[in-house]
Antibody, heavy 118, light 109 residues
Framework: EVQLVESGGGLVQPGGSLRLSCAAS????????MSWVRQAPGKGLEWVAN????????YYVDSVKGRFTISRDNAKNSLYLQIHTLRAEDTAVYYC???????????WGQGTLVTVSS | QSALTQPASVSGSPGQSITISCTGT?????????VSWYQQHPGKAPQLIIY???KRPSGVSSRFSGSKSGDTASLTISGLQAEDEADYYC??????????FGGGTKLTV
């Protein structure tokens, strides 16, 4: 059974940094593209970033370029999202998901909440 | 890029059919047959219900169907059931290795 478990969220002051983690199990992690998607409270889904199987290719939504870094450790079956210079508008539940070859997000974790507030 | 356009809400009675539209542009929905749909119940993670415009993952009810015409994709749910009450999101490949979601539609049964 595919399992994705996010962690690392919490309350952070504006301008702060945070690293989110996603522990994967039940599938061959190193063969999948992975994605981060976020959802602000009461709002819709927003794709944030993708990373290729070996970590060599990374893509971001324009609004986070330069502040967010997606990475992975295939030896640890883990996905990460490093977030710098946090803003109030980054407050959201952050989900990790597997990205299939057809660009669908076929497995999702339960999410981790990031709250940016002073 | 702007989010794909979905109606904020739709409603239907048990047993009826409803359709949710998802309008993009020639740069996303109109250019690729890579539209997916997700169902999200309150407090839960989204779940994939349609991929590549009309295909259903294993385990998803055949009451869910997808289609596309030009820049607009659609999700139809037939034989509405109480458990279908949820938020629904469309998503399209938008080129340059990026994805674009719709704003979401709240379905009330």
């Amino acid at each position: 059974e595919v399992q994705l478990v996010e962690s690392g969220g919490g309350l952070v002051q504006p301008g702060g940094s945070l690293r989110l983690s996603c522990a994967a199990s039940g599938f061959t992690f190193s063969t999948y593209w992975m994605s981060w998607v976020r959802q602000a409270p009461g709002k819709g889904l927003e794709w944030v970033a993708n990373i290729e199987q070996d970590g060599s290719e990374k893509y971001y939504v324009d609004s986070v370029k330069g502040r967010f870094t997606i990475s992975r450790d295939n030896a640890k079956n883990s996905l990460y999202l490093q977030i710098h210079t946090l803003r109030a508008e980054d407050t959201a539940v952050y989900y990790c998901a597997t990205r299939d070859f057809d660009w669908s997000l076929d497995n999702w974790g339960q999410g981790t909440l990031v709250t940016v507030s002073s | 890029q702007s989010a794909l356009t979905q109606p904020a809400s739709v409603s239907g009675s048990p047993g009826q059919s409803i359709t949710i539209s998802c309008t993009g542009t020639s740069s996303d929905v109109g250019s690729y047959n890579l539209v997916s749909w997700y169902q999200q119940h309150p407090g839960k993670a989204p779940q994939l219900i349609i991929y590549e415009v009309y295909k259903r993952p294993s385990g998803v009810s055949s009451r869910f169907s997808g289609s596309k015409s030009g820049d607009t994709a659609s999700l139809t749910i037939s034989g509405l059931q109480a458990e279908d009450e949820a938020d629904y999101y469309c998503c399209s490949y938008a080129g340059s290795n990026t994805l674009l979601f719709g704003g979401g539609t709240k379905l009330t049964v």
